[in-house]
């Protein structure tokens, strides 16, 4: 009963917006004051244009670093506040601050992105190819929200209310709302009536309820509107401790704006029909034999190996999201049956790699992982309520996950045997992409499996340059005197060793 109370107060905590009292201010009149003060309130859309860097989210060298920063060598985004609208267009570079996180996959010369939202339904554009991102629709719906002119008009619009408190050296009004029937919202505004700071929760297969955080500064007068110089975004916490075991924070930061257009021609956007009708992609997960007890699980982007001993299995990788993961376990089930998951070997702490853990862990697996991961995945399992996106590790915890028996961890070398096989975890040293990166290999078999270093090329594709991950994966091979005969990747398809050294050769030669 304690639990589901707990359970009950969390919800009402996230979503619910203040009871009013006689010492509330009208939040209707703040907002009437913040869009006269701003001078938004004949503001129909807007176009911002400026540069910054844009973070690579859940993608940090290690879990105490930052997002890894690329550059946007430009940026313009346009947002129609009547139609729930936006148009973000954006070229992004590799850029110096991209060390100061480390991680992510670097960018070779200049990435264009075009991302955009009409209500719920979003898309990206390639050229004039319309790809659908029909997952992110209710994301980009809310970032209209979260501008400083959305949430002005679109907290007048959802019975909001307002408290009073002491921040930064001034006393301010944080204005709350509920957006898209669950999201709850808080914009706070400060002594020149000027929205500085906007926050809310997103649902996320890693974190729960994310934080998610938009702080605009730097206030001067373009076209007549207020308009703020920085646009500075917040996804996750610093968790600030020592050691921390969480600094991934700085998303996004549009540094220095340098154009403001009110009320702009053609910014409500029509929809594609192949946008608009797209669905959910469903998840998909099919079998290929690597060997005796040995299969690779795919269907999907990322691929999970699982791994048959004699009275137990292990699986390589728990990547994405609850479902996928319920899914992979499904179907390990079925090609290897009546032997339990024991084991879950995680190849590095990078979000898309790490959304199933939990699954799994609430299978019963015990995950193996480098070391230098223990402290920040001891935060992902510790149990407590998911608010927005409960999964059953939230609703069902486990009881065991503070007292360490769900962990083994690996420094450099790691050997899961019994009387039918071993599998051999060696840590890739010299990676700038992930710290503690995890390959394993299967002497019998002459099989190494990797993630995000090598994806061999589909038949008949040329022979691809490689990156900086790739070639110091080779080294490391070499330096490992493994002897591989087929490279097993989490992404794409099994390619031959031979192709691998030929491909690093020939680039070598160049």
């Known amino acids: 009963m304690k639990k589901k109370l707990a359970f009950a107060f969390a919800i009402s905590a996230l979503i619910a917006v203040p009871a009013a009292s006689q010492n509330q201010p009208d939040a209707r009149a703040v907002l009437q004051a913040a869009t006269a003060a701003m001078g938004s309130a004949n503001m129909n859309s807007f176009q911002v244009t400026g ?17 890894p920063h690329f550059d946007m060598k430009s940026y ?5 506040l009547n139609s729930g609208s936006s148009r973000e267009e954006m070229v992004v570079v590799q850029g110096g601050n991209v060390q100061q996180g480390g991680g992510g996959t670097p960018i070779v010369g200049e990435q264009t992105r075009v991302q955009l939202v009409s209500g719920n339904v979003a898309w990206n554009m390639n050229g004039t190819n319309v790809v659908p991102q029909p997952a992110l629709g209710e994301l980009r719906q809310l970032e209209v929200m979260l501008s400083p002119y959305g949430f002005l008009k679109y907290a007048a619009a959802n019975n909001p209310m307002a408290v009073t408190r002491n921040e930064y050296g001034e006393r301010v009004t944080v204005v709350s709302f509920v957006a898209l029937g669950k999201y709850r919202v808080n914009g706070t505004i400060n002594s020149k009536n000027q929205v500085q700071r906007v926050q809310t929760w997103i649902a996320n297969p890693v974190v729960g309820d994310q934080y998610y955080e938009n702080v605009y500064t730097l206030y001067r007068t373009i076209n007549g509107v207020q308009v ?14 020592t050691p921390n075991p969480s600094g991934g924070d700085h998303a996004f930061s549009l ?16 929809v594609p029909d192949a946008a608009r009708n797209a669905a959910m992609p469903a998840v ?32 390589i990788e728990g990547p994405l999201n609850e479902a996928r993961s319920l899914a992979v376990i499904g179907e390990v089930g079925r090609v290897i049956p009546n032997k339990p998951i ?31 991961n ?22 069902f915890p486990p009881e065991e996950w503070s007292e360490g028996y769900v962990f083994e961890t690996v420094r450099e070398k790691y050997v899961l045997a019994d009387d039918t096989r071993t599998v051999e975890l060696y840590n890739v040293q010299g990676l700038q992409h992930a710290a503690g990166m995890l390959i394993a290999y299967f002497p019998k078999e002459k099989i190494v499996v990797n993630a995000d270093l090598y994806t061999p090329p589909a038949a ?31 992404h794409g398809n099994p390619g031959p060793a031979a192709q691998f050294s030929q491909i690093i050769t020939a680039a070598a030669a160049r």
């Open 51 to 67: 540069t910054g860097y844009v973070g690579a989210v859940g993608q940090n060298f290690a879990p105490d670093r930052d997002w």
């Open 76 to 80: 313009t985004r346009t947002v129609d």
């Open 228 to 241: 703020p110089g920085r646009w500075h975004q917040h996804q996750d916490f610093d968790d600030g401790g």
């Open 255 to 270: 540094d220095a704006v340098t154009d403001f257009k009110v009320n702009v021609p053609n910014a409500a956007l029509t």
């Open 284 to 315: 998909v997960v099919n079998s290929t034999r690597l060997g005796d007890g040995l299969w690779l699980i795919g269907g999907g982007t990322h691929n999970s190996i699982a791994i048959e001993f004699r009275d137990h299995v292990a699986v």
């Open 342 to 372: 024991r084991f879950l070997i995680n190849t590095h702490h990078h979000w898309d790699h790490l959304g199933g853990i939990r699954t799994f862990v609430h299978e019963g697996a015990t995950l193996i992982t480098h070391e230098n």
């Open 374 to 395: 223990k402290a920040y995945y001891q935060e992902v399992l510790r149990p407590r309520p998911w608010v927005l996106a409960p999964d059953r590790y939230s609703l």
């Open 460 to 490: 008949g594709a040329p022979m691809p340059t490689p990156n900086l991950s790739a070639r110091i994966f080779y080294n490391n091979i070499q330096r490992l005197k493994l002897d591989v005969a087929q490279h097993v990747p989490i």
